[in-house]
Nanobody, 125 residues
Framework: QVQLVESGGGLVQAGGSLRLSCAAS????????MGWFRQAPGKEREFVAT????????SYADSVKGRFTISRDNSKNTVYLRMNSLKPEDTAVYYC??????????????????WGQGTQVTVSS
């Protein structure tokens, strides 16, 4: 089992940047495919990005491609989401996810194994 704790959310102006962090407990962090989802008010939780166990492979939702970068440091049991050129439509609660299934280039909210508690990101226009 793994516990995930996100940090780094906040209020930022459109065009600004934020970096989210997700710290995982346990000694088997590199056994998990990691990812980020987000959920805006009144909307379903949606996939944002995912990274393979080694960190070599990454994949993004079309809405964030070219603006967001996911990375991980297995020595620190941490996954990051660097968000640049933020837009008001990026406003949401961002959730860290860990999954033990094989790498497929995406994650599905219905089958993610572990979730963090979420961190709020608000982008003002």
């Amino acid at each position: 089992q793994v516990q995930l704790v996100e940090s780094g959310g906040g209020l930022v102006q459109a065009g600004g940047s934020l970096r989210l962090s997700c710290a995982a407990s346990g000694r088997t962090f590199n056994n998990y495919v990691m990812g980020w989802f987000r959920q805006a008010p009144g909307k379903e939780r949606e996939f944002v990005a995912t990274i393979s166990r080694s960190g070599v492979s990454t994949s993004y939702a079309d809405s964030v491609k070219g603006r967001f970068t996911i990375s991980r440091d297995n020595s620190k049991n941490t996954v990051y989401l660097r968000m640049n050129s933020l837009k008001p439509e990026d406003t949401a609660v961002y959730y860290c996810a860990a999954d033990q299934k094989i790498w497929t280039g995406t994650l599905h909210r219905a089958t993610v194994d572990y979730w963090g508690q979420g961190t709020q990101v608000t982008v003002s226009s």
